[in-house]
């Protein structure tokens, strides 16, 4: 089963059939598809016409369906202190990078054009302030803490956002604008990896869309991520991979998984099956029809179900959305959900647009999920990580902008087994560059790996059978935990 150009697998060659065939036609596309060595392809398809039968699979994270199918956990015990089998992680990625000096870490004695036009205000936590336009999250500062020396040497949104989502920096020759193109596996990818999924649910979900460095690089398909591809604030809300058309009733989709089952037995008598890749494809159709008929699966994406007085509390804005669909996603059983969240690239008018659009929606949406987390008891078995792929500039620019700081960014974490209240960490006067003990990305992974049961020392191998260590060097900062 080879992909398309796109990267993504047809349902025909998922399933053996289209929804537009009779049971005559059925049978013998079925039968025929079974003996066939031609594969299907889905070349030039759009999305809707190639999930005719409500689910995809993508080879390299576009579609999504792939995690849920051949997930093989490793061994998550070896080398960390206490298997937490029980933990899941929710990464919200502020794309474009997050000014971190106008929001977490202010320079209110600083020259006037390096501080900004933003003032402190004291949080829960005394000692620790945030941006005066971030009051919501300053009353839940005792929830999470703020990673304050955080570093790296890359001010490139590709490079930057492949280092901060996977741990490692990429290899010469990464083209961070194509998706996706991963040289090394996201967090999201590396967890399916190890931990497999829980129940019916995918192990890890992207949404709005995957970013082009979530996806799974050479741990392949089986731990791409399922791509949920529409905005959760939007009214007609919906998740078409999940949602068989209309015109297949459920007596012809329990004929389908019949048919399979024939086709499968003469598959089997053929001796067709003592070929490992058609093992595996018989895994994946057994699988896509499990996942797509999971009522698990099916009510963990349908947050329409959910009152008007939960869904305001979060905010009735993409951000605020997607954090509520998060928490309800890892209720479920996800253990890896990525919220990638744009555009917070604010090289003009920076203190406008934090102000009027970015930060508001964000003081909805990131106070109520810790706040609903631990109302709902979910708190501890759930690290919530804030990130964007680099800091900004210490001094504004004349466009009344910052641009691309790699040197100094903060990261904001909480439960999991992150303890509250604290600031580890700090940056000079100017908010340039960490004063001491500095920490990355590698760091970061470690400490998530860790929290999530992982040995960052177990090795992954590439194709070419390269070994690659999970974690590169990096340390658990066990500062925050």
């Not at 089963?1 to 005559?24: A, C, I, N, Y």
Request: proline share 7%.
């Amino acid at each position: 089963m080879e992909p398309d150009e796109h990267g993504r697998v047809s349902v025909q060659s998922l399933t053996g059939f289209s929804d537009k065939e009779g049971p005559d036609e059925l049978a013998e596309s079925a039968l025929e598809n079974a003996m066939s060595k031609q594969r299907s392809y889905c070349d030039g398809m759009s999305r809707r016409n190639m999930l005719q039968v409500g689910l995809g699979a993508s080879a390299a994270g576009a579609m999504g369906l792939a995690p849920a199918l051949a997930a093989n956990p490793g061994n998550a015990k070896s080398g960390v202190d206490v298997m937490r089998d029980d933990v899941s992680l929710i990464i919200l990625f502020l794309q474009g990078g997050l000014s971190t000096i106008d929001t977490l870490d202010l320079k209110p004695h600083a020259p006037a054009e390096f501080r900004g036009e933003f003032d402190p205000i004291d949080t829960v936590v005394p000692g620790m302030q945030v941006c005066e336009h971030l009051p919501g999250v300053a009353k839940v500062a005792d929830r999470f803490s703020l990673l304050r020396n955080f570093t790296h040497h890359d001010s490139g949104h590709g490079p930057a956002d492949h280092f901060m989502l996977t741990g490692y920096a990429p290899r010469a020759g990464f083209n961070g604008s194509l998706k996706p193109n991963n040289h090394y596996p996201s967090h999201g990818s590396v967890i399916s990896k190890k931990l497999g999924p829980r129940g019916s649910v995918p192990p890890y979900v992207c949404l709005p869309k995957m970013h082009r460095s979530g996806g799974a690089a050479y741990l392949g398909a089986s731990h791409a991520p399922f791509e949920v591809e529409a905005d959760p604030n939007a009214p007609d809300f919906a998740v078409p991979d999940l949602t068989p058309p209309l015109a297949i009733n459920a007596n012809r989709f329990d004929a389908r998984r019949e048919l399979m089952k024939t086709v499968d037995r003469y598959k089997e008598k053929a001796e067709i099956s003592a070929n490992s890749g058609t093992r595996a494809l018989t895994t994946f159709q057994r699988k896509a029809f499990d996942l797509i008929s999971s009522p698990a699966t099916r009510i963990a994406f349908d947050i329409h179900s959910e009152t008007e007085a939960m869904r305001e509390e979060y905010g009735r804005n993409s951000l605020g959305q997607s954090c509520l669909m998060a928490r309800r996603l890892v209720e479920a059983g996800v253990r890896c959900v990525t919220i990638d969240h744009t555009n917070w690239d604010t090289h003009y008018n920076n203190f406008d647009v934090l102000k009027n659009d970015l930060l508001p929606h964000l003081d909805t949406g990131l106070p109520m999920l810790l706040r609903d987390l631990e109302q709902r008891g979910m708190l501890d078995t759930t690290m919530v990580c804030v990130m964007g792929e680099f800091g900004r500039t210490p001094r504004v620019n004349k466009y009344a902008g910052r641009d691309h700081w790699g040197p100094s960014n903060t990261i904001l974490m909480a439960g999991g087994g992150v303890q509250g209240g604290r600031v580890i960490g700090a940056t000079n006067a100017r908010g340039e560059r960490p004063e001491s003990d500095p920490v990355g990305p590698a760091d970061l992974s470690a400490t998530i790996f860790h929290s999530l049961g992982i040995n960052g020392d177990d090795e992954f191998h590439t194709p070419e059978g390269r070994p690659v260590k999970i974690v590169n060097d990096g340390r658990v900062l066990r500062e925050l935990l």
